[in-house]
């Protein structure tokens, strides 16, 4: 469990697992290829951990020069609690922890500005059926890689944007009637 919110709450770990999920499968030479300012040992690493915490699989290998060439895959995008929901809510409060950090960080710079910035929090309650629900977390998936996909300008900076989906307070799980 401990890995999982490691990997969950690393920014270069969270790259990683953009990028395979944006490509639906990759081989490690593909990852090194679109990721050239990550160190190769580091990705390498990285691959390692996120498959033993099962958050990428290998979903095929083929034979390159005698070598097998894995190729994965993204195994799961929404949180797996394990064996409890007591783990489940140690990967929200992580991810809490880390965005808390982020905000507080930023809020203690002598040059924060909201407004420039362009700092936003959104909250939604959608009532869909489970599958109206995974159709648009695959279209807000597809919204973001577009974006995610421009090139990098002069003027770009770079913002952390989450999307966390939980069922609202109190109510049940059941469908209505």
Request: proline content about 3%; charged content about 30%.
């Amino acid at each position: 469990m401990e890995q999982l919110i490691k990997i969950l709450t690393d920014p270069v770990s969270n790259r990683l697992i953009q990028l395979i999920r944006k490509n639906q499968k990759m081989t490690v030479a593909e990852i090194l290829a679109a990721t050239p300012d990550i160190p190769r040992a580091t990705v390498y690493r990285r691959i390692e951990k996120m498959t033993a915490a099962e958050v990428i699989e290998v979903v095929e290998t083929h034979k390159v020069r005698g070598q097998n060439e894995k190729i994965y895959a993204v195994k799961n995008i929404y949180i797996s609690s394990g064996e409890s929901n007591a783990d489940g809510m140690k990967i929200m409060t992580a991810a809490f922890i880390r965005m808390f950090n982020l905000c507080s960080e930023y809020f203690k710079r002598p040059d924060a500005d909201v407004e420039r910035d362009k700092l936003f929090i959104l909250n939604y309650a959608i009532a869909l059926s489970d599958r109206d629900f995974s159709d648009m977390a695959t279209e807000l998936y597809a919204v973001l890689d577009r974006y995610q996909n421009k090139s990098i300008t002069k003027d770009a900076k770079t913002r952390n944007l989450y999307l966390m989906s939980l069922p609202t307070g109190g109510e049940s799980d059941e469908p209505k009637k």
